[in-house]
């Protein structure tokens, strides 16, 4: 499971992952990072059975946690199927079905954006 | 047995010939074998959806009062073409907006209108005794027009080459995004559902034969523009009404960092008269087979990786140098399908016929590359010979010397072989002055990592490549990798700004 963190300029400077690792013992995986002098975010990826336990204690620790969910915005009706997003997307998201009928399995997304400059019909976006 | 197109047109208009698509046609065939087929089936439908660059349309838009002969016109602010007498214009699917560049274009108008939204027109005159009137701006429906026909130069080719980069930079092109060091592979077309791939003869398929096109019923015009049968890449010229057409089959598509296209559906309903267009359409992905070419060089004639069938390239995975390679169409399977079905159902209602063409296409032809008559200027050309090098195991401060002295801001680095191993720049030099003093080697400092060209290389090639490095100067090396001169970007400006003036 996915976790979007916002981390704001007070306690952006504490190695506040690796404490809740080390805390907990659960294994976390960074997949993104953007540090600015203002404020960070960071997303994560957990187990779906610790994700209550990263959550309670990265709260406790000054972090804004959020569920990833639907992060790729899909427009239908602009989308043709042809296929564009399939082989550029690093975590493999899109995938066609039997009948070539376009599966996005948004869970996997790490809000790269690739996909939102490949796409010929600018049918997809990133909600963040 | 034989069956004349007549036969086949009675049982259509009769609500009793059988249809199928193209995608069903190997099976059938493998079943019945190709008399049983012939028997069984009347007519197969084929279908394709893709971006279809070579597109656009002749809009007459009646006469103003007083009257205007355009000369130029901008429809949404993109330009169509008006050198066709007074109220005609020809809105190309590539043309891009003055305004809004690569996000809106030809292909957006031509959507635009086929959905019932309204455009707006202005042009411009210079006035005549005839056409009095200098300037117009109006907004115009679909309806509002005398004629809006759709005459596509070049769709439904035959066959094309998937693609891939090699080089070390992500490419945007007409094939989508191309990720660097082999990342992905881009291709188009239906496989087994395109036209022309059941029709490789051209037995079927040629001048007045109706189509499906972009939703409505078309007609083909004949030999596409760089139609070329003989190496299996024909095209079609295709026409029809965009007042019969529907959006759901016309797409407007904008590629980053390339431009603009129309995906357009399109489809030929191919009547099964003998046991040879019977074979025809027992084709096969499996048998349809392309060549993936490297687009890391930017040049014509690109290097072929390998051949590919499309029933690899539509497995999502291509093996290339023993990695599995994941792979994009760029038409979309599923509308192509929903083409194919489309048309099967007007054929089997009745309401579309077959028939045969007036003129055939000639499959011997061949399309050759551009005659030029002048040569693209070489890097050799252009570049500096009298370049200034250093050794790598020179001081920093011999090397602020020659900087100064050959008033240059770089200088390749080159071994005791005079093989270039590295370039330092001014800034290098400085840099190092401001941390270390200046009792550094030149090894110690340059970069290793030098973006060169050969002197062979057009110099457009050498423009690109300073622009995405970001760089104001190209070492040119030999096969050895001798250093046999600089290109400097200072250069390359005093030429292109001389080349287009008249």
Request: proline share 4%; hydrophobic share 40%.
């Amino acid at each position: 499971m996915k976790l979007f963190l916002t981390i704001q300029r007070d306690v952006l400077k504490r190695p506040l992952i690796s404490q809740v690792v080390l805390e907990t013992g659960v294994m976390i995986n960074v997949e993104r990072a953007h540090i600015d002098s203002n404020e960070g975010w960071v997303l994560i990826d957990v187990p779906e059975n610790e994700e209550a336990r990263i959550s309670s204690r990265l709260t406790e620790l000054g972090v804004q946690v959020k569920k990833l969910e639907n992060a790729v915005v899909h427009d239908e009706h602009e989308c043709v199927e042809c296929g564009a997003c399939l082989s550029i997307c690093p975590q493999e998201v899109f995938s066609f079905d039997q009948e070539f009928h376009l599966v996005i399995k948004e869970e996997r997304c790490i809000l790269c954006g690739q996909c939102v400059c490949a796409c010929p019909h600018q049918a997809l976006s990133i909600r963040q | 047995m034989t069956k004349s197109i007549e036969e086949i047109n009675l049982k259509i208009r009769d609500g009793n010939a059988i249809v199928v698509t193209a995608e069903e046609m190997p099976d059938i065939v493998s079943e019945l074998g190709e008399e049983g087929a012939l028997r069984e089936v009347d007519v197969v439908t084929t279908g394709t959806f893709g971006a279809m660059c070579s597109s656009g349309a002749f809009l007459n838009f009646g006469h103003a009062d007083p009257p205007i002969r355009m000369e130029r016109i901008w429809l949404n602010d993109v330009e169509a073409y008006a050198g066709i007498a007074a109220v005609d214009a020809y809105i190309g699917a590539t043309q891009e907006s003055t305004t809004e560049g690569s996000k809106y274009g030809g292909a957006h108008v031509i959507e635009d209108l086929v959905s019932g939204r309204q455009i707006e027109l202005r042009a411009i005159s210079k006035g005549t005794d005839c056409y009095p009137r200098r300037t117009i701006t109006t907004e115009l429906l679909l309806e509002d027009l005398n004629q809006a026909v759709m005459v596509n130069p070049r769709n439904a080719y035959q066959s094309y080459n998937a693609v891939i980069n090699r080089s070390d930079r992500t490419l945007n092109t007409y094939m989508g995004m191309l990720l660097s060091n082999q990342g992905n592979i881009s291709y188009s077309g239906a496989g087994l559902l395109s036209p022309l791939a059941n029709d490789p003869t051209f037995n079927l398929i040629g001048s007045g034969v109706p189509l499906f096109l972009g939703g409505g019923e078309g007609v083909i015009v004949g030999e596409g523009t760089q139609s070329s049968p003989s190496n299996g890449f024909g095209t079609l010229m295709v026409s029809g009404d965009l007042n019969s057409m529907n959006p759901d089959y016309l797409r407007a598509a904008s590629f980053t960092g390339y431009g603009v296209s129309l995906y357009v559906g399109l489809g030929i309903a191919l009547p099964m008269l003998n046991v040879d267009t019977v074979k025809n359409c027992a084709v096969r992905d499996e048998d349809l087979i392309t060549a993936i070419v490297d687009y890391g060089t930017p040049r014509r004639d690109r290097p072929v990786v390998r051949t590919v069938s499309y029933a690899e390239l539509k497995s999502g995975h291509v093996e290339i140098d023993g990695e599995l390679v994941r792979t994009s169409s760029m038409s979309s399977y599923s509308h192509a399908r929903q083409v194919a079905h489309e048309l099967k159902s007007l054929v089997e209602a009745g309401s579309f016929t077959v028939a045969l063409p007036t003129r055939r296409i000639n499959t011997g032809k061949r399309s050759h590359p551009m005659r030029e008559t002048r040569q693209t200027p070489r890097i050799r050309e252009i570049m500096n010979p009298a370049v200034v090098t250093i050794t790598e195991d020179e001081s920093v401060k011999t090397a602020a010397r020659k900087l100064l002295k050959g008033e240059t801001n770089h200088l390749p680095v080159i071994d005791l072989q005079g093989k270039l191993v590295g370039i330092i720049t001014t800034y290098d030099v400085s840099k190092s002055v401001l941390l270390k003093g200046d009792s550094l080697k030149v090894s110690e400092i340059m970069s290793k990592k030098v973006v060169v060209v050969t002197p062979d290389e057009p110099v457009d090639v050498a423009a690109q490549r300073l622009e995405h490095h970001n760089i104001s100067a190209l070492p040119v090396v030999d096969s050895e990798f001798h250093v046999i001169g600089i290109l400097n970007a200072v250069d390359l400006g005093k030429l292109f700004s001389r080349r287009w003036q008249p």
